[in-house]
């Protein structure tokens, strides 16, 4: 992977090019593999940085659609008039009436 900003290479490439359309230069088979394979390259540099672009994106999302564990753990201790009691009358504040 090129550190350099892919801009950058891209620009580098154009800028040699841009050369050729005087005339005069030949790009020999050897000269077009080498073009080839710096565009691999920067196509790479392109993927990685797209991947790396979405990967953060998903994160950011994860982390806004996720509930916070301390709101889940908080949630389950609120009292919910839509639950039945298993035992109703079961608990610490139940009198049995024994006196």
Do not use: Y
């Not at 050369?19 to 000269?31: A, I, P």
């Not at 991947?51 to 994160?59: F, L, Q, S």
């Not at 982390?63 to 889940?72: F, G, H």
Request: net charge positive; aromatic share 6%.
């Amino acid at each position: 992977m090129n550190t350099s900003p892919i801009s950058n290479q891209l620009r580098l490439v154009r800028r040699e090019f841009a050369e050729f359309r005087h005339g005069g230069v030949v790009l020999t088979s050897e000269d077009a593999e080498c073009f080839v394979k710096r565009l691999d390259g920067i196509i790479l540099d392109a993927l990685n940085l797209e991947a790396a672009a979405d990967a953060r994106r998903w994160e950011r999302e994860h982390d806004r659609l996720m509930t916070p564990s301390s709101v889940v753990v908080l949630s389950a201790f609120r009292n919910d008039p839509k639950i039945v009691p298993l035992f109703p009358g079961r608990g610490p504040t139940h009198r049995h009436g024994r006196s």
